[in-house]
Every structure is written in structure tokens, then in C-alpha cells.
């Protein structure tokens, strides 16, 4: 039997390239988002509302899922630019941010772990960020506090989810070569980089999952050259 793989985040950038990747290797792939996803079962749903989660939960019922892959993010306006200024942020942004980067993997993870629970070698694994990380922080508050706390939100779902056998990782990468950061850099919005390639989260990825149900992978570091 296929295994399945549920994506939040599917429809561009890391998501969209991860569910054509294991799409193409034979997974069942459902991904979640508001436009629409390619490569994969589409849910359309806001993540950032009760009803957007409870679309996901009644769309898959008792779906066994190996894996979750959050990889929907957001960061501030002029993030990662280097006009950026942190005073000129709103409040609906800040709290915006932390509804996608932080309560939603929280909530989403909550209403799946019995459908995960259902797998021999269950995965949840979440796209953070090198920012936030311990000493690597940046002048983008909302988006560093919301990696910062992903990371302690999972290690806290590790506790709370102990029964259901689930691998919880955090990938944390600096700058990854998505199209939407490769415009910038040619822009000249970014300084001139060269970013992490898809392949490698893929392949990051690809190692979280052939690691046995005996071991738990806690955070992946992933640091531009």
C-alpha cells in the first residue's frame, strides 16, 4: 500500500516542490492551501480559521497519514530586505504571522494525530528557520519569534502526543532557492547569495522518513555556504 503524506502549504515554493517530488515517488499526496495545489489531492482551506482545520479533518476522516509536512510560512512585508525596518510593522501583521507560523502547525497537529497514529512510523515534520534558532536571530521579530516558537511548540507536542508514537522534527534552513527568492536576489532585494537548493530539504526530508519508529529526529540545522 502507498504511504500518504499530508502537505500544508502545497500550492508554492518548498510545499508545492515537495508534493511533486513524492508524488512522483508514489505517495498519496493531500495538500492544503487556499490557491490551488498541483501534484496532490487538493484540500482548499484557511489555515488561520477553525473552519479551514475542520475542512482538513473531515476531508481526510480516518485516512491513515505517515507524514505531515508543514511548510506554509509567512514573514513580515519587506522581510528579508535590506530596507526592512521593524518599526514600520503593524500589529495585524505580527498577529498574522504567529497564526500561520505558530498556532496553526499547533492546531493542525492536534486535529491529525489519530489519523497519524494509524501509521507503523508516523512523521510531523516542519519547516522553521535558521532565525530561529538559538543566537541567530534577526530584525524580523514576528517571523524569528514564530520559528523560535514552532520549535518549542514541537518539542512541547512531543510530550503531549507521547502515546501516538509520532517523529516530530524541525528543519531550520537559511535561505532556500524557492523562485520567490531567486526573483529577489535578481532583483536586488537580497544581497547577493547563493541559497539552500529545494533538492536538499527534499533529501532532508527523504532521511527523516527512512530513519526506523526507534528513533526520533529532533532539529535539522541546514546552513548556507
Not at 496553526?104 to 491529525?112: F, G, M, N, Q, R
Not at 518549542?152 to 509520532?166: D, F, M, N, P, T
Given at each position: 500500500m502507498n504511504k500518504s503524506m499530508l502537505i500544508i502549504g502545497a500550492s508554492r515554493g518548498i510545499g508545492a516542490e515537495v508534493a511533486k517530488h513524492f508524488s512522483n515517488s508514489g505517495f498519496r499526496v493531500i495538500g492544503v492551501s487556499r490557491s490551488h495545489s498541483k501534484d496532490c489531492e487538493w484540500i482548499e482551506a484557511d489555515i488561520t480559521t477553525s473552519e479551514g482545520i475542520d475542512k482538513i479533518t473531515e476531508v481526510i476522516g480516518q485516512t491513515p497519514i505517515d507524514a505531515l509536512i508543514y511548510s506554509s510560512g509567512v514573514w513580515e512585508e519587506k522581510g528579508f530586505m535590506e530596507d526592512f525596518n521593524f518599526r514600520e510593522t503593524t500589529v495585524n501583521e505580527t498577529?498574522?504571522?504567529?497564526?500561520?507560523?505558530?498556532?496553526?502547525?499547533?492546531?493542525?497537529?492536534?486535529?491529525?494525530?489519530?489519523?497519524?497514529?494509524?501509521?507503523?512510523?508516523?512523521?510531523?515534520?516542519?519547516?522553521?528557520?535558521?532565525?530561529?534558532?538559538?543566537?541567530?536571530?534577526?530584525?524580523?521579530?514576528?517571523?524569528?519569534?514564530?520559528?523560535?516558537?514552532?520549535?518549542?511548540?514541537?518539542?512541547?507536542?512531543?510530550?503531549?502526543?507521547?502515546?501516538?508514537?509520532?517523529?516530530?522534527?524541525?528543519?531550520?534552513?537559511?535561505?532556500?532557492?524557492?523562485?520567490?527568492?531567486m526573483m529577489d536576489i535578481e532583483a536586488g532585494h537580497f544581497p547577493n547569495q547563493t541559497p539552500i537548493p529545494i533538492s536538499d530539504i527534499i533529501s532532508t526530508i527523504e532521511f527523516v522518513l527512512a530513519t526506523s519508529n526507534s528513533v526520533d529526529v529532533g532539529d535539522i540545522n541546514l546552513m548556507q555556504k
Open positions: 498577529r498574522h504571522i504567529m497564526s500561520v507560523n505558530l498556532v496553526a502547525p499547533i492546531e493542525i497537529t492536534k486535529a491529525v494525530s489519530k489519523n497519524l497514529s494509524l501509521t507503523g512510523n508516523p512523521r510531523a515534520i516542519y519547516l522553521g528557520a535558521l532565525s530561529g534558532t538559538e543566537q541567530v536571530a534577526s530584525s524580523q521579530v514576528a517571523y524569528s519569534a514564530s520559528k523560535f516558537g514552532l520549535r518549542g511548540a514541537v518539542q512541547s507536542l512531543r510530550v503531549a502526543l507521547k502515546r501516538e508514537k509520532i517523529g516530530f522534527t524541525v528543519i531550520n534552513p537559511g535561505n532556500v532557492a524557492t523562485e520567490e527568492v
